[in-house]
Nanobody, 115 residues
Framework: QVQLVESGGGLVQRGGPLRLSCAAS????????MGWYRQTPGKERELVAM???????NVADSVKGRFTISRDNAKNTMYLQMNSLKPEDTAVYYC?????????WGKGTLVTVSS
């Protein structure tokens, strides 16, 4: 089993920054793909960004140029640096991690961007 715990969510004003963290623990065998989804009520879950074991990254067009994903393998932690936040970025952000062909999820952290 792998446990993922997100942190760093909260209330921020439009244009402000926020950094999310996702700490992994448990039966971690190797460096694997990780990423972030977000979801708001009434909308489909959206893949925000992902980072591969080889440190290649991919971010959604909606956040490109504003969000940066990174990881610290020594700490088994992934980050999402969010800049120039917009009210439409308001959502619950979930991190995920692949481990032995299984996808594990965190419980989510709420990000609210006020206008």
């Amino acid at each position: 089993q792998v446990q993922l715990v997100e942190s760093g969510g909260g209330l921020v004003q439009r244009g402000g920054p926020l950094r999310l963290s996702c700490a992994a623990s448990g039966s971690i065998v190797s460096v694997n793909d990780m990423g972030w989804y977000r979801q708001t009520p009434g909308k489909e879950r959206e893949l925000v960004a992902m980072i591969t074991s080889g440190v290649s990254t991919n971010v959604a067009d909606s956040v490109k140029g504003r969000f940066t994903i990174s990881r610290d393998n020594a700490k088994n932690t992934m980050y999402l640096q969010m800049n120039s936040l917009k009210p439409e970025d308001t959502a619950v952000y979930y991190c995920w991690r692949m481990e032995r062909a299984m996808k594990y999820w965190g419980k989510g952290t709420l990000v609210t961007v006020s206008s």
